[in-house]
């Protein structure tokens, strides 16, 4: 059976001066490392692909633009999911363009119908434990997450079960970790606070210790209350 959108067929079924829509824009929070050597992990199944393009359009014109900057473009992958190739493959001409140009290092797509068993971009990315640590890592790697909020629960447990395995850490430093950004300006804000002065307020010496070892930049709201801080630095 024929499954149609419900905001497509609604807006195709008004009739021009009969009917008035409220249409809401709101500004996206995505946005590129201001250092864009740094790669860029981008997960983003179904229509989650739509921010993913206008990433890898930016991407491809710092590549190709000599004026922009001295800044070489960092590495991009892709990580898409749709049912099958045949049915919903959406852009695919126009990632197999990034492919060829060079802009998309990597694309990886999981079908979820195609074969008995059912393929998400989660599993692909558990595939690609070591890659995608080594990514976060060493390379520090920023990392974009877009699509159906299962989806996203289930590539963020993925993701600390990565960072956990890997990175030989508990699942709270993971957790902590990634909150805080793969890099020092990616921050995580609870009530104004960074997550090393969360770390400090619960005495977790060996959370601050990961977040230090990762890039986390000390700031004075850190030192509030600083003896996890304090003992993870020194």
């Known amino acids: ?42 997960i983003g199944p179904g229509t989650g692909i739509a921010p993913m393009r206008a990433l890898m359009q930016e991407r491809s014109y710092q590549r190709k633009n000599k004026s922009w900057g001295k800044q070489t473009a960092g590495k991009n992958v892709l990580y898409f999911g749709c049912k099958s190739a045949q049915q919903d493959y959406i852009y695919e001409d126009e990632l197999k363009y990034f492919e060829q140009e060079g802009t998309l290092n990597k694309l990886r797509v999981a079908f979820s119908r195609q074969t008995e068993k059912k393929v998400y971009v989660q599993h692909l990315l558990a595939d690609d434990a070591q890659e995608t640590w080594d990514l976060v890592d060493k390379e520090k790697a920023s990392i974009f997450v877009c699509g159906a909020t299962k989806m996203g629960a289930d590539v963020s447990e993925t993701l600390r079960s990565i960072v956990s395995g890997c ?12 909150g ?55």
């Open 167 to 178: 990175g030989n850490m508990s699942a709270d430093v993971a957790k902590l970790l990634l």
């Open 1 to 42: 059976s024929i499954h149609k959108g419900v905001c497509s067929n609604h807006l195709a079924g008004i009739v021009a001066g009969d009917q008035t829509v409220r249409v809401f824009c709101r500004e996206s929070s995505f946005r590129l490392p201001k250092d864009s050597s740094r790669p860029v992990l981008m």
């Open 180 to 234: 805080a950004g793969a890099s020092a300006d990616v921050r995580t804000v609870f009530y104004q606070l960074t997550p090393l002065h969360m770390a400090a307020e619960i005495g977790a010496t060996e959370i601050a210790a990961a977040l230090l070892a990762h890039g986390a930049a000390l700031e004075a709201t850190d030192w509030l209350n600083h003896s996890a801080v304090y003992a993870a630095s020194y």
